[in-house]
């Protein structure tokens, strides 16, 4: 019954979004009040049925209905409460379930506390927020339908994935959506506007606070994963530069540039088209996340199960969103020029100039990112694009960028006095200069040290450069002190944000410098009583306890005792669990801070003699990272709190009483002659459509290639065309000579490498009969297998072989380019490997392709 | 419909699973300073049955022979750039997580370059452009009393006509 609600509720939000997207829209194009004001209650509506619906949803989660499909896939009676809940949006259904949510609850935003909007923008963003929830609505109907039941209903579920088992991705997702669907609020502003073809500050004071409530929840979020990442995973590392962190990273890059362009837009109503531009593709980059991690199209560490049919549809719902707000742009964009002047060295500069970093360093992620699905699609073959290539790439981008973060600031509006601006840093080039000096000292000379130095000094100059800022305001040490505490008192809430959040940003470099130079490791098979020294802690290994019960895992915990100087540190007991449901392992890892570094300890496999392999790391300055990103994240809320931010801000009655008529006129006909543009000018603003055009083109060739079983993670060979390499091999039946590279000249042969742990193998082994019956000598490579294991599965099964050869520990595989049993290879008469195929042969395969070939060679 | 729901589990962490970091020490060569040489290297070369891992971070078996075939080729004398070269003779440039500069990889590396220069060249033609329109700021508010001042005479003036 409750599933059936909340089938309903949403099915009728479908409705209510149809009419949300059109009847607000047609009223302002008409200059209808009533219809446009039926905005409001049509967004009241949306979010009360998505309530019930996502409600309906946790209701079934946390009562564990196994009538429904979901539950019974994600949950089990023995979860905790806390993963009950959090399992609604830990699998791909109820995650789109709780997108929306979000998006209807900024449409809620919208309509509580936009009343003093004009209402044509108010009811025109509402439309495009509609058109977004009623694209999103019908994509969970049609093909991730959470509310499907099963029938007979299963005792019980199959439970959650212990990895997401964990209070950091329980909150992970909430957060990251409400920074990405935030995104949205900028995004349906902005078409509005271009649909009215007016950009005013009053625009840019509505967009900005959500802009930062957006950024603020996407720092945290990402901050969140990463964390995740780091105390779950035993790895040590907090960023791994995988495509779906990338997705992440991507949307916060651009939407921090956003952040600080409408500040521009706001304050000096100048830069509006490009802020126009951002919050397009902030939005848009926050879409393809969405897509990205759904569909397929790019191999990732942690993603949802992969299904073309909603890539397909999630690429449609781009197609629409990201290629009619660009079009919308080209048409739009000229129209919304003008503003305040400025000279190039003034603070809007110094905003640019932050932009243009931004994008930069946006671009490079999506390039990285996407390069290996461009490179494969043009048919030059397979690339990785890892960590090397990014830590590589983005260094000279951030590096300026930080630079310029303490100079900005101190730029005064139109025109800044730069040899002032420097003047005023001399502090902080003085703290930088001492804070590498103190590095190079202190942890001697040597490359690493060289590139932490730098690291700590630029985290110095952008530390105490933001704080040279703060102190210019006040006035400290240049007027009295009661003046300068009455200055602080009453310096804008927004100003300390800046300063805080900057801060913030300085002390998150000081975690990634620390950590990459100094981080110390050690990895031993310790026994009880034995101890490890690492960074000059002793870690004493107690013993290891099995059978510990869980709520829902047992575990086998060990025991470390942490010392300095012989002064006890601290207990550490990192635990390796298996999980009731499903029966999955989970390495838990221990670790003690003291706020400075981090020893992280975990536990892996057992060996003889109670001993096991620990792997201990020592982490300077990670803490730093994850209370830097929590300090950003402080620095926008603090300036949230600002008045002049606070959301829903009325507008500045007078200002919107004395509209000036010249401004009104110019926007009801944005073509009107005066500001007719060039057609030369045209063209620019239609290339990032064209650019999207392009990347839709190979989005939809991956997805087709998806279709037909081809996924990205098929590697094609380098060894053909090349001699076979030099191979010696025993015999895995007393009856057989065995088998040698030699052995290959004179004939066509077909080679498979089989084992009889490999599924597919047994899949494929009935069909290699009919290679020999085409005449072709079949020779099986016997790869990483037990003799008898395999000769069991050959007495079971039958033997298709010509001859069969071992071997026992792969290199031979490896030398042939092996990744995936079974996989064959057809080499011809001079042993020159001439194809591949990887995984398990169909009749289809044998009789069209193999064969063909190897007649050809004959 | 159930069986397509059913193949379309939840979210998949493939290949991080629970247990602890791949490399083993059974594994580790004796002289240290080989053995670091060997570690970063292998975070260099990409796990192929993973998803989209180092080998050193891996847990796959394939991974494991790998990291034990950097090794022997590690004591054997070869050079870093030897050992990956020989892992690429067998498998390609796609094991490399840091692939190299050749036509393939032009954008790539080339790219973030473009990228800033297009990003500032954009920043540049928008500020000539932007500072050489006329400047179309509100009027103030004592502007905008005047104007209405002028409009309510030019109305007077007409109707006395």
Not at chain 1, 202 to 215: D, N, Q
Not at chain 1, 388 to 408: H, K, Q, S
Not at chain 1, 739 to 766: I, M, Q, Y
């Amino acid at each position: 019954m409750i599933a059936e609600v909340g089938l309903f509720a949403l099915i009728l939000a479908l409705f209510v979004a149809a009419f949300q997207s059109t009847v607000p829209l047609v009223g302002a194009a008409r200059g209808d009040a009533a219809w446009m004001n039926l905005d409001r209650p049509a967004a009241f509506a949306q979010f009360a049925l998505i309530t019930i619906s996502f409600g309906s949803l946790m209701w079934l989660h946390v009562t564990s209905d196994f009538s429904v499909m979901n539950v019974v896939q994600n949950s089990h009676t023995d979860k905790p409460l806390l993963y009950k809940i959090s399992g609604v949006w830990g699998n791909h259904e109820g995650s789109m379930m709780l997108w929306t949510f979000i998006l209807v609850l900024y449409g809620l935003a919208v309509s509580v506390f936009g009343r003093d909007l004009p209402p044509g923008l108010r009811a025109r963003a509402l439309a495009v927020q509609g058109m977004i929830g009623f694209g999103f609505i019908l994509f969970i109907l049609m093909t991730s339908n959470p509310f499907t039941r099963v029938d007979p209903a299963p005792l019980n579920g199959q439970g959650l994935n212990p990895l997401l088992q964990d209070p950091g991705l329980a909150f992970h997702p909430p957060f990251l959506y409400l920074g990405y669907v935030g995104f949205s609020m900028a995004f349906s502003f902005a078409i509005a506007a271009l649909i009215e073809g007016r950009v005013d500050a009053a625009w840019a004071r509505w967009v900005r606070p959500w802009t930062l409530v957006a950024w603020c929840a996407l720092t945290l979020g990402v901050a969140m994963g990463s964390w995740w990442s780091y105390y779950t995973l035993g790895w040590g590392g907090y960023w791994a530069w995988d495509p779906v962190e990338n997705a992440s990273f991507m949307p916060w890059l651009a939407g921090t540039a956003l952040l600080h362009s409408s500040i521009v837009a706001e304050k000096r109503d100048t830069m509006k088209a490009w802020t126009i531009f951002l919050a397009i593709v902030t939005f848009s980059l926050s879409l393809l996340g969405t897509f990205l991690v759904r569909s397929g199209i790019l191999t990732s560490v942690h993603s949802f199960a992969n299904d073309p049919a909603r890539g397909r549809f999630i690429l449609a719902l781009l197609g629409i969103v990201i290629g009619g707000s660009l079009i919308l742009y080209a048409i739009r964009a000229l129209a919304l020029k003008g503003g305040g002047l400025f000279s190039p060295i003034s603070r809007e500069s110094g905003l640019l100039f932050n932009n243009v970093f931004l994008s930069a360093a946006a671009g490079t992620v999506f390039l990285g990112t996407l390069y290996p699905l461009f490179m494969d699609a043009l048919g030059l073959g397979k690339v990785s694009v890892g960590p090397p290539y990014f830590n590589m790439v983005m260094l000279p981008l951030m590096v300026p960028l930080i630079l310029l973060m303490a100079v900005g600031p101190l730029l005064s509006w139109k025109r800044g006095d730069l040899p002032e601006a420097l003047s005023r840093l001399k502090f902080a080039l003085i703290a930088t200069l001492l804070a590498i000096a103190a590095t190079l000292i202190f942890a001697g000379l040597s490359s690493h040290s060289v590139w932490a130095a730098l690291g700590i000094g630029l985290a110095a100059w952008l530390f105490f450069g933001a704080l040279s800022e703060w102190a210019g305001r006040i006035g400290l040490f240049q007027r009295s002190f009661s003046d300068s505490l009455h200055r602080a008192l009453h310096l804008p809430r927004s100003a300390y944000g800046m300063t805080i959040s900057h801060m913030g940003m300085a002390i998150v470099l000081l975690g990634v410098a620390g950590s990459l130079a100094w981080r110390a490791e050690y990895l031993e098979v310790m026994h009880p009583g034995e101890s490890a020294m690492v960074a000059g802690y002793r870690i004493a290994f107690i013993g290891a306890q099995e059978n510990v019960a869980g709520p829902n895992y047992t575990a086998e915990r060990g025991t470390f005792i942490v010392t300095r100087d012989g002064q006890f540190v601290a207990e550490l007991q990192p635990e390796r669990r298996v999980y009731a449901n499903p029966p999955e392992p989970k390495s838990t890892v221990a670790i003690h801070t003291n706020f400075v570094s981090d020893i992280y300890v975990v536990l892996g496999d057992p060996g003889a003699n109670n001993g096991h392999v620990v792997h201990i790391f020592h982490n300077p300055l990670i803490p730093w990272l994850f209370f830097g990103a929590l300090m950003m994240v402080l620095g926008g809320i603090v300036s949230l709190t600002d008045r002049h931010h606070r959301i829903g801000a009325p507008l500045r009655r007078l200002g919107a009483r004395f509209r000036p008529p010249a401004i009104a006129v110019a926007a009801a006909s944005p073509l009107a002659v005066e500001h007719r543009p060039k057609a030369a000018r045209r063209w620019v603003y239609l290339l990032p459509l064209a650019g999207f055009a392009v990347l839709a083109g190979f989005f939809i060739w991956r997805l087709h290639l998806a279709d037909q079983g081809i996924t990205p993670s098929l590697i094609p060979s380098v060894m053909i065309d090349k001699p076979a390499p030099d191979f010696d091999l025993p015999p895995l039946l007393a009856s057989d000579t065995g088998f040698k590279t030699a052995d290959l000249k004179g004939k066509v042969t077909v080679v498979n490498f089989f084992a009889s742990w490999c599924v597919p193998c047994r899949e494929e082994h009935g069909y290699l009969s009919l290679v020999m019956q085409a005449g072709l000598p079949l020779v099986g490579i016997n790869y990483k297998d037990r003799p008898e294991d395999a000769k069991a599965w050959l007495a079971e099964l039958g033997n298709p072989f010509k001859t069969i050869a071992v071997d026992a520990h792969g290199r031979t595989g490896i030398d042939f380019g092996v990744y995936g049993v079974p996989e064959t290879y057809l080499i011809d008469k001079q042993g020159v490997i001439r194809q591949k195929w990887t995984g398990p042969l169909t009749p289809d395969v044998i009789r069209d392709e193999l064969i063909p070939q190897a007649e050809k060679l004959k | 419909m159930r069986s397509r729901f059913a193949a379309l589990a939840s979210l998949v962490l493939l290949m991080v699973s629970g247990s602890a970091l791949a490399i083993t020490p059974d594994e580790m060569l004796a002289n240290p300073k080989l053995e670091a040489r060997a570690r970063s290297i292998d975070k260099e070369l990409r796990c192929l049955v993973c998803q989209n891992e180092n080998i050193d971070d891996s847990n796959a078996d394939l991974a494991r022979d790998l990291r034990l075939l950097v090794r022997k080729r590690v004591m054997a004398g070869d050079s870093d750039e030897q050992v990956k070269q020989y892992i690429v003779a067998r498998y390609g440039n796609y094991v490399l997580l840091k692939p190299p500069f050749d036509a393939e990889t032009y954008l790539l590396w080339l790219g973030p370059g473009i990228l800033l220069l297009g990003a500032a060249g954009a920043a540049t033609l928008y500020y000539r452009r932007a500072m050489r329109a006329p400047n179309k700021a509100p009027l103030s508010e004592d502007e905008i009393r005047r104007l209405a001042a002028l409009i309510a005479d030019s109305d007077t003036g007409n109707k006395g006509t």
